[in-house]
């Protein structure tokens, strides 16, 4: 596995998008210990509605670990819990390694 050169990696961000029933929560950079309060502050602040889906994307996201893997199961468990339906679209395979190491990536439902 080869690593990304620090200086091509992006500041995290999040970026939320409301809209049709669905919210799009877009993530971009690192998701990992650093950066993972950024993530749970912008998701204490979605409102969904009964019914809502949220999708997270995360196909800009360069690098993700193990707390990032957290945090997108508690958001997961989360989503069940208050009746959304919670939909991932994948990121790049250095992304998604850490779903099929973990053997984690059935938990998700993946939007194509």
Same mark, same amino acid.
């Given at each position: 596995m080869s690593a990304v050169p620090a200086a091509h990696l992006q500041p995290f961000s999040v970026g939320v998008r409301?809209?049709?029933?669905?919210v799009v929560v877009t993530l971009?950079?690192?998701l990992d210990l650093a950066s993972s309060d950024v993530l749970e502050r912008e998701l @204490?602040?979605?409102r969904l509605t009964s019914?809502?889906?949220?999708a997270?994307?995360?196909s800009h996201v360069e690098f993700m670990d193990s707390t990032g893997l957290r945090l997108l199961i508690s958001l997961r468990?989360?989503?069940k819990r208050e009746g959304h339906r919670m939909v991932v679209v994948p990121g790049p395979p250095r992304v998604m390694r850490i779903f099929e190491l973990t053997a984690t990536r059935g938990l998700f439902d993946? @939007?194509?």
């Open positions: 409301p809209g049709g029933g669905e971009y950079g690192e @204490r602040k979605l019914g809502d889906r949220v997270v994307d995360l468990n989360t989503a993946w @939007r194509g």
